[in-house]
């Protein structure tokens, strides 16, 4: 939806009011671009990347996590991501986008060939030229963390019924 109002219903230059860009974060304290920068798109490759990724996963997130574990899982990755990025990249850095990976592997073993191409490609495309490496990697790590996390209390809670 944002991807539509800032790439295709507005003019590109609206997208710098939500980005992450560093040094607006350190000297006018806008720390709502550490979250908003989460649900914006750089171009068609970016969400295309992030829909193949929903069609690949989606039912597995929909029936491994709830909707708040979920949305825990999104943001504190897409966070991490952020936060990481805006003390390793330069002040003057732009980005957008946020990280995701789910542990639910081992319910569905035919996932695993799907996630190891699609994790392939996700790591390809975060060395290209004008993308932001270390939001991708402290995202990915944190989303791992995370899901692993709520993955084992999830197993917990399985034993004990």
Do not use: C
Not at 60 to 76: A, D, G, H, N
Request: proline share 1%; aromatic share 20%; net charge negative.
């Amino acid at each position: 939806m944002f991807y539509i109002g800032f790439n295709i219903l507005l003019e590109s230059e609206y997208m710098y009011y939500l980005a992450q860009i560093n040094y607006r974060i350190f000297e006018n304290y806008e720390i709502y671009r550490l979250i908003s920068a989460m649900f914006l798109h750089a171009d068609v490759m970016h969400i295309f990347s992030n829909m193949v990724a929903l069609l690949i996963f989606g039912a597995v997130v929909e029936l491994s996590y709830s909707k708040v574990q979920f949305l825990i899982i999104y943001f504190i990755s897409g966070l991490i991501g952020n936060i990481f990025s805006l003390f390793l990249l330069s002040p003057y850095t732009m980005s957008l986008g946020a990280a995701f990976i789910i542990i639910g592997l081992d319910e569905d073993k035919t996932l695993i060939y799907l996630t190891l191409v699609y994790l392939a490609y996700f790591l390809l495309t975060s060395f290209q030229p004008g993308i932001n490496l270390w939001a991708h990697l402290f995202g990915l790590a944190g989303g791992l963390g995370l899901g692993y996390l709520f993955h084992l209390k999830k197993g917990r809670l399985k034993e004990v019924y």
